[in-house]
């Protein structure tokens, strides 16, 4: 399995990046994938999910409305648009898969190296 994330970079207060991850090793068509984020000092969190078949979409909260999960099975590439970005969103972001509980914690077995986002003026 690897999961390489690309697109990041530095961006004003409202600005927008678009944000890849090309997958390989697995069946790409057929994974529940993930984005995650970790800004510095923090734990990490969920971001968004997009599952297999129907491709449904789920997000956390604070990103609902700006972030746009999506994912391309004939190129086997997951992205996320990111608009109206703001300074809470300044993380590292990481596309991941297998997603499982350990002792209460969620945990992804899979997850690529990272690619880092900066929100400001």
């Known amino acids: 399995v690897q999961l390489v994330e690309s697109g990041g970079g530095l961006v004003q207060p409202g600005g927008s990046l678009r944000l890849s991850c090309a997958a390989s090793?697995?069946?790409?068509?057929?994974?529940?994938m993930y984005w995650l984020r970790q800004a510095p000092g923090k734990g990490r969190e969920w971001v968004s999910t997009?599952?297999?078949?129907?491709?449904?979409?789920t997000y956390r909260e604070s990103v609902k409305g700006r972030f746009t999960i999506s994912r391309d099975n004939a190129k086997n590439t997951l992205y996320l648009q990111l608009n109206s970005l703001q300074t809470e969103d300044t993380a590292m972001y990481y596309c991941?898969?297998?997603?499982?509980?350990?002792?209460?914690?969620?945990?992804?077995?899979?997850r690529g190296q990272g690619t880092q986002v900066t929100v400001s003026s």
């Open positions: 090793g697995f069946d790409f068509s057929n994974s529940w």
């Open positions: 991941a898969k297998d997603r499982y509980w350990e002792l209460g914690t969620v945990r992804y077995k899979y």
């Open positions: 997009i599952y297999n078949g129907d491709g449904h979409t």
